[in-house]
C-alpha cells in the first residue's frame, strides 16, 4: 500500500496548484483517499477527501469555494486542485487513504488511516 503526493512547489498569491496523489496496492472501490495539510505551528487540518466507492466527497466550508478533490480512476490517482492560493495556504500537503465511507465521517483520522508522504506547497510573492 503505497501514497505517492507530488506537485507542491512555489506559488504566488492568487496562483494555482494542482496536487496528485498515486495511489498503489489498494483494491478500487475499497478505499477512499484525502488531503490534509500542516502549517508551520498550526495543527493538521483535513482539507477534503473521495471515496473510490462512490465518488462521494467532503470538502473542509473553509476552502470549498477555493480546492476541489476529483479523481481519475484509471490511473488510480487522486487529485487536489487549488485555486486563489493565499499566503496561508503555505503547508506540508499529505494525502492519505481510509475506509470507503470516510467522506461520510468529515474525513477525520483514527487507525485505519494511511498516509503518504507530503510535498510542500509554499505561497509568497
Known amino acids: 500500500v503505497q501514497l505517492q503526493a507530488s506537485g507542491g512547489g512555489l506559488v504566488q498569491p492568487g496562483g494555482s496548484l494542482k496536487l496528485s496523489c498515486a495511489a498503489s496496492g489498494f483494491t478500487l472501490g475499497s478505499y477512499s483517499i484525502g488531503w490534509f495539510r500542516r502549517a508551520p505551528g498550526k495543527e493538521r487540518e483535513g482539507l477534503a477527501c473521495i471515496s473510490t466507492s462512490d465518488d462521494s466527497t467532503f470538502t473542509l466550508y473553509s476552502v470549498g469555494d477555493r480546492f476541489t478533490i476529483s479523481r481519475d480512476a484509471a490511473k488510480n490517482t487522486v487529485y487536489l486542485q487549488m485555486n486563489r492560493l493565499k499566503p496561508d495556504d503555505t503547508a506540508v500537503y499529505y494525502c492519505?487513504?481510509?475506509?470507503?465511507?470516510?467522506?461520510?465521517?468529515?474525513?477525520?483520522?483514527?487507525?485505519?488511516?494511511?498516509w503518504g508522504q507530503g510535498t510542500l506547497v509554499t505561497v509568497s510573492s
Open positions: 492519505a487513504a481510509d475506509l470507503p465511507a470516510w467522506p461520510r465521517v468529515g474525513c477525520r483520522t483514527g487507525t485505519e488511516t494511511r
